[in-house]
């Protein structure tokens, strides 16, 4: 496996992985991350994924603690070296397929203010923009922004839109939407851009869970469409 | 219970912050200055990992219906107790029923105030730092109004042994006594002095041309209205990337300088978000962290590049400082 260390400041390192947003170094990503989820180094304090490289962040004392010699070597050096080894010489016990999350979504109406935009922009039905929206999986690439929020990949084209000139001052909580070649969810009530296209009575982040974020980088999520009584019904459920 | 009876500009519940659930996209938060917050935990006879009251620019007023062993540290906002000027850096023990109020900074940005045992507010994944967007986690999610109750948590004994020293004072009965003896932070002087803010390379230093890396370090940078908890926006010289180019988003972490195209710098800190798609043009050291947050909007700045090697060094050296001024404390209370 190609890839490239660097220090993100003085208790950070970047695992670089490649240089653009496609399936291949996802699958290298999600590779790294299980590597280093069965190891347990002191010194480690967690890791975040992105599109094409896994940041650890380490704990420069416990670094020098692990290596128990009166002159131990810059605590970024060896990490460094102990990530060398890691992926030099060892490959994941065992690759898991991704978790498939399946995310119901009632489209369109109050819900989805802008699937009539959506279909027209894109001279389509609004019921073929569903369609369209619901026809593949997408891959969870990362998590950031706000907790829980997954940037996915792999949306058709066909139902692409540029985001709102003026953005809502409001978008819902399970707010699903399209931004340009985009699609997401809204974990949280904020202000944005997006064209609403549904929403979600799945919470994508609740704090008591553990994971707290129904989705991790890595998933894959299917969205299906549900009616009205439907998205009451889970509502209820997930409250 | 403590009740809080002005809040303040801007007055929440932080720890050393909340780890490990970046990767869901949750902010670590914590206190901005992490070492003045240490400090007034030590101080008190907690353990540096509880939850203190950040204050900033100018602090809260507030009614203790308890006895309590307190500190103050970091930014000197004149703390008064009953109209009474307090020390800080230093254990106080104030009667129940004394009223702390805190005023404009003459000096620094941010104030913290620990109490022994805490502030008991619940633990929501691990920490009880506030996280304001997310309104997650310190007190009921967000920064203190007037009327809150804060309760405290249980003493240690070794705050039972500081509240003697802090009480040990012969002459009539006041509100509060404090000890004559007090602690310094690691970076007063580099404060005092104004001296640069030291800053490493990052992945993307060379996104920016070697000119422009050297005016990062040449020119100063003013700390503009437009900065809070999330972030420092700087204005200074124009920093621009050598060439227009797409950067895919990816971790950052407190300290990361990233740069939007318009050319001003962003010094990222405690409440961030937990990844970004601007390239990056340095790194603050994690030793010049808790100076820079004590600097104020319209205050000026310098930079100055060190190597990853100094940077490391510097940070062991300061934990070792801390170890020390753990150590002295500890003796200090048992020597009474």
Request: include cysteine; proline fraction near 6%.
């Amino acid at each position: 496996m190609k890839y490239q260390l660097y220090p993100l400041g003085d208790q950070a390192i970047v695992i670089d992985l490649g240089d653009s947003i496609n399936k291949d170094i996802h699958q290298r990503v999600r590779t790294v991350m299980l590597q280093l989820d069965e190891q347990s180094f002191d010194w480690m304090i967690e890791y975040v994924s992105s599109f094409t490289s896994v940041t650890i962040y380490y704990d420069p004392i416990k670094v020098i603690k692990a290596q128990s010699c009166s002159s131990p070597t810059l605590p970024y050096d060896f990490v460094a070296q102990t990530i060398n080894r890691l992926l030099q010489t060892s490959e994941p016990k065992r690759i898991t397929d991704p978790q498939v999350v399946e995310i119901p979504v009632l489209y369109g109406g109050k819900a989805g203010p802008d699937l009539k935009e959506v279909a027209q922009y894109n001279r389509l039905a609004p019921k073929e923009v569903i369609d369209i929206h619901t026809s593949k999986a997408y891959f969870v690439y990362m998590i950031g922004f706000a907790p829980g929020f997954p940037y996915l990949g792999g949306m058709s084209k066909r139902i692409a839109m540029p985001r709102k000139p003026t953005p809502r001052l409001s978008i819902p909580a399970g707010s699903v939407g399209i931004a340009g070649e985009q699609t997401g969810i809204y974990p949280i009530a904020t202000p944005g851009g997006w064209q609403i296209i549904g929403q979600t009575p799945v919470k994508l982040f609740t704090p008591s869970y553990s994971p707290p974020s129904l989705l991790q980088a890595g998933d894959s999520i299917r969205f299906t469409s549900i009616t009205a009584e439907e998205f009451e019904a889970l509502g209820d459920k997930h409250d | 219970m403590i009740k809080i009876t002005k809040p303040g500009l801007f007055s929440s519940v932080q720890d050393i912050g909340r780890y490990g659930y970046q990767k869901y996209g949750v902010s670590v938060s914590g206190a901005m200055d992490s070492i003045s917050h240490r400090l007034a935990n030590l101080l008190v006879g907690n353990d540096e990992y509880q939850s203190t009251i950040e204050c900033t620019m100018a602090g809260p007023e507030m009614e203790f219906h308890q006895d309590c062993l307190l500190s103050i540290c970091g930014g000197d906002f004149n703390p008064t107790i009953n109209k009474q000027s307090v020390g800080m850096w230093r254990p106080v023990w104030v009667k129940k029923g004394s009223v702390l109020r805190f005023g404009q900074s003459i000096e620094g940005c941010r104030a913290y105030l620990a109490v022994s045992g805490g502030f008991d507010v619940p633990k929501v994944l691990g920490s009880r730092s506030t996280f304001m967007r997310a309104k997650m986690g310190g007190f009921q999610g967000r920064a203190l109004k007037k009327g809150d109750q804060l309760k405290t948590g249980r003493a240690s004994a070794v705050a039972e042994q500081i509240q003697r020293l802090a009480g040990k004072k012969d002459g009539p009965i006041v509100s509060f006594h404090e000890t004559n003896w007090f602690v310094r932070p690691p970076y007063s002087s580099r404060f005092k002095r104004k001296l640069p803010i030291r800053v490493v390379k990052s992945k993307q230093t060379e996104w920016f041309a070697k000119d422009t890396q050297n005016q990062l370090v040449e020119r100063l940078f003013t700390i503009t209205a437009q900065s809070d908890r999330m972030g420092y926006r700087l204005d200074g010289p124009e920093i621009k990337w050598k060439e227009k180019k797409e950067m895919i988003s990816e971790a950052v972490s407190i300290g990361t300088i990233q740069v939007p195209a318009e050319g001003n710098p962003i010094v990222l800190l405690a409440d961030r978000q937990t990844t970004g798609g601007y390239p990056k043009i340095a790194q603050v050291t994690t030793v010049d962290i808790p100076y820079l947050a004590q600097m104020k909007p319209g205050e000026t700045l310098q930079f100055e590049w060190i190597s990853l090697k100094e940077a490391q060094q510097l940070y062991l050296e300061r934990e070792k400082e801390i170890q020390q001024l753990k150590t002295g404390l500890l003796l200090k209370i048992k020597g009474g």
